[in-house]
């Protein structure tokens, strides 16, 4: 565990011509960031890009450079616009090619007459990496340097990420309070931002949303790392809500 004042970060690389078209609807982003908010780690950016090398290396470079750890997603089959080793590869400078102990892995599935040139591409692992396996369909992830690449097929990625999930630093647990404003965002908007300046140490955020009676709502939810600083400033929003209902209401 690191200290209350570190944070451990996240980035996540999103990866494949798919999610960019909308023929695959992603549904690995809300989950990775759950996973990782329960642990302590801060998911704090996400980008997705494209089957196109250069495109994957220049983002994982940034995000590696950048936080704790970099997660990517999808990529690693066996069709030819499976890149991602390669662009990991190059990203660290270091070799790829038919990784022994991933070529057992895919056997434990395979039988070995099957196991064609296609198929072995999803042993080429980087030099230097870790293998990170996948209990789901064989075919493993890897761990190299501060970056986990895992599959795109949600199933797996979760299979793949509860494998990692014990290895990986992890940082004090954000918590959270949610404050019902009963009142339209733009009514609590100013007395809101005075809340916020008055409590550094804490983020509120600001959630409008439609009620069941067809009224417009709002949630303001207050996070914060530290107890005291959280049930402080969730006193402070409290009071607000409290003042800018009577003042609403005065006016009718």
Known sequence: MVGQAEAVTAGLL?????????RTKDRNIGYIAEYLTALGIDLSEVRVVPDIEDEIVAALN?????YTYVFTTGGIGPTHDDITADAVAKAFGVTIDVD????????ERIPEA???????????????????????SKAPGFWIGNVIVMAGVPTIMQAMLDEVAPKLTT?????????????????????????ALAHP???????????????????LVV??????????????????????????????
């Open 171 to 195: 940082g004090v647990r954000m918590l959270s309070q949610t404050v019902p404003a009963h009142a339209k965002e733009g009514d609590i908007g100013g007395p809101l931002k005075e809340v």
């Open 62 to 66: 940034a995000l590696r450079s950048r």
């Open 100 to 107: 022994p102990r991933a070529r057992a892995m895919l056997l």
């Open 201 to 219: 140490g804490v983020t509120i955020g600001s959630y409008p949303f439609m009620a069941e009676d067809g009224r417009p709502n709002t949630n």
């Open 114 to 136: 099957d196991l064609n040139e296609a198929r072995l591409r999803m042993a080429r692992i980087p030099a230097g990496a870790a293998l990170v396996p996948n209990p789901v």
């Open 223 to 252: 996070r914060s790392r530290d107890p005291d600083q959280l049930a402080a400033a969730v006193a402070a929003v409290e009071a607000m809500v409290a003042q800018v209902r009577a003042q609403l209401a005065a006016s009718r």
């Open 14 to 22: 999103v990866i494949g011509d798919e999610i960019l078209s909308g």
